[in-house]
């Protein structure tokens, strides 16, 4: 084989981002080496540690990977026939890509919320019991729904029309909705793909508050375009860039660190452009 | 081509500025055109309606004097008259067409739905899948007469005329329908709410069970009543399947079982030379179509989105 003549699309860049040493325990260690769709490089060399009890946001242009990632967190990937992952996931010193892994209860462990609202056609009880029943919990779900809603801060709006339509709500509402399912069923981990990007700046603000609250409680993976967003609810900022130097469009971690260091004190000079609004 | 000048508008201020005309002027050459194309349509959906409720009109009319006569029950419950007799009913082959569509429906139903998950979901792009959708939609176009012959062969020579016989010949009718309505309905269900599933925890098997055919519910029934109103008014499958009886169904033996149907009723009753008789065949027909009519509705029942 001549490499000259292929270009291997698995060596666009040699940039690697140094290693961001997490303050506290961490709960997941991402370690991606590669990840490809088929024969393209979607991501490589990306270390992200996820620290318990905290919001780490994933920043970058479109295209850099930053939700690929996200959902290799959960196997979410898996669902696309022709995606392969190469390096490792450990939750809590588990690779969750080990062969003897089932992804079913990994993601039953580490939940996830997505970019557009996505509620069950089904009454907004049952879409928050929905979790509760599939893993067979035996107990008073009218309280554990009514938890759920109330720390996804909807249940006020909600509690006298618990009956109807999960869809009949506003889009706002839907985003809470499936906070409430997500968390219901009280994962470890809560993974955002981008929750706020179809809701509008009061819904937004909602959403952002609650992730605030639920802090406190789980472990969050968050994915936004909105770098206003990762400076108000991010504890540890990873910023992801694309590179295109030649012919793929490889995603790669570029600089990971506390969310206030990578704003105000960037170390690469791409993370400084990006985060001065020069290009996105 | 238009007299009417858009740059004046921009010249409120200059002298000489004319307010444009924006009356409606019906000798215009395209108003004239858009009347008359729109009373042409008119014209045309009018005469397409006219074979269709002239047929409903003579079915009222001379099927209607017995059905909502002083003798209805009678009509709907006793056995067809032997010639020259007076009076009688439909009432086996009400009875024997609801039989058949039932069990065509049995089988068709459970059969069509799992062949569209695998279609929809399991395997939307395998070779197997092509084939059968390809296969599925030449089906729907299958003259119905060769399904009766086609079970003639399997069933009849074997086991001689029966209900199960005539139902499976309407469930080879039905199947296709069920098939293609139920894939299209299950494809609509989006893909985040799959995804939503899966992210929660759900196996396949789940995912499939507790949100897709919730969610793609109306449509498939909607697939499934569409069928179900095909079948019933279906003739041809059942003279060589169902054959005739003058006397109720008494078990669903699929042994030597010849049953009634409404159309073969009508069939028989029609090219009779008694009066009571071809009365009788009207009403058959009338009761068939208000049949057919109450799952075609049902069906728009169930298609309609709830919230």
Not at chain 2, 20 to 25: A, M
Not at chain 2, 289 to 300: G, H
Request: neutral net charge; hydrophobic residues 50%.
């Amino acid at each position: 084989m001549n490499a000259a003549a292929t270009p291997d699309v698995s060596n666009t860049s040699d940039v690697v981002a140094a290693r961001y040493q997490p303050e506290g325990p961490t709960v997941i260690d991402c370690d991606v080496n590669k990840i490809f769709y088929g024969e393209f490089l979607a991501v490589r060399d990306s270390v992200v540690p996820f620290e318990k009890n905290k919001i780490t946001a994933f920043i970058g242009p479109s295209g850099c990977g930053k939700s690929t990632v996200l959902r290799s967190l959960n196997r979410m990937n898996d669902l696309i026939p022709v995606f392969r992952f190469e390096g490792s996931v450990m939750y809590h010193g588990q690779d969750i890509y080990a062969n003897s892994v089932d992804p079913v209860v990994v993601r039953r462990y580490i939940g996830m919320v997505f970019q557009q609202p996505n509620p069950f056609s089904m009454s907004i009880y049952d879409n928050v019991a929905f979790g509760l029943r599939l893993n067979k919990f035996k107990g008073d779900y009218d309280a554990k729904v009514q938890t759920a809603l109330e720390r996804a801060a909807l249940w006020k709006e909600v509690k006298d029309k618990l009956k109807n339509s999960g869809l009949s709500l506003s889009g706002g509402q839907q985003q809470r909705l499936c906070i409430a399912r997500a968390i219901a069923t009280e994962p470890d981990v809560l993974l955002m793909d981008e929750p706020c990007s179809a809701l509008d700046p009061i819904a937004t603000r909602q959403v952002e508050d609650l992730m605030l609250e639920l802090r406190q409680r789980f472990t969050v993976g968050l994915v936004t375009h909105n770098m206003q967003q990762a400076t108000r609810v991010g504890d540890t900022t990873a910023f992801f860039s694309v590179d295109i130097s030649k012919r793929g469009r490889t995603g790669y971690l570029v600089e990971m660190g506390p969310t206030a260091q990578v704003f105000e004190d960037p170390k690469q000079d791409l993370t400084k452009e990006y985060v001065r609004g020069e290009f996105s | 081509m238009s007299d009417v000048d858009i740059t004046a508008a921009r010249a409120v201020d200059e002298p000489g500025f004319v307010r444009p005309n924006l009356k409606r002027r019906m000798l215009e050459g395209r108003a004239v055109k858009n009347n008359v194309l729109t009373v042409l349509t008119w014209i045309i959906a009018i005469l397409a309606a006219i074979p269709l409720v002239s047929v409903i009109f003579m079915l009222l009319m001379r099927g209607g004097t017995r059905l909502f006569g002083a003798d209805f029950v009678e009509v709907l419950t006793a056995l067809p008259p032997a010639g020259f007799e007076m009076g009688g009913g439909i009432g086996p082959a009400i009875v024997g067409t609801l039989a058949m569509v039932g069990i065509a429906s049995v089988i068709s139903v459970p059969f069509g739905i799992m062949a569209a998950i695998y279609l929809a979901i399991l395997g939307p792009t395998s070779k197997l899948a092509t084939t059968a959708r390809f296969l599925a939609k030449v089906l729907t176009g299958f003259p119905s007469i060769l399904a009766g012959v086609f079970v003639y062969a399997v069933l009849v020579a074997n086991f001689g005329y029966s209900p199960w016989a005539g139902g499976v010949a309407l469930a080879v009718l039905m199947l296709p329908t069920v098939v293609l309505a139920a894939e299209e309905a299950i494809a609509q269900v989006p893909q985040r709410m799959k995804d939503a599933a899966f992210g929660i925890g759900c196996t396949r098997t789940q995912v499939i069970w507790k949100v897709v055919l919730p969610t793609g519910l109306p449509g498939i029934l909607t697939g499934v009543m569409l069928a179900i109103a095909g079948a019933a008014g279906e003739s041809a499958p059942l003279l060589f399947t169902a054959l005739f009886s003058s006397y109720y169904i008494e078990s669903l033996s699929a042994v030597n079982n010849p049953t009634a149907s409404l159309s073969i009723l009508i069939y028989n009753f029609s090219g009779m030379p008694f009066e009571n008789q071809i009365e009788l065949a009207w009403t058959a027909s009338l009761v068939l179509v208000l049949i057919v009519l109450v799952f075609n509705i049902l069906a728009r029942l169930f298609g309609q989105p709830k919230d």
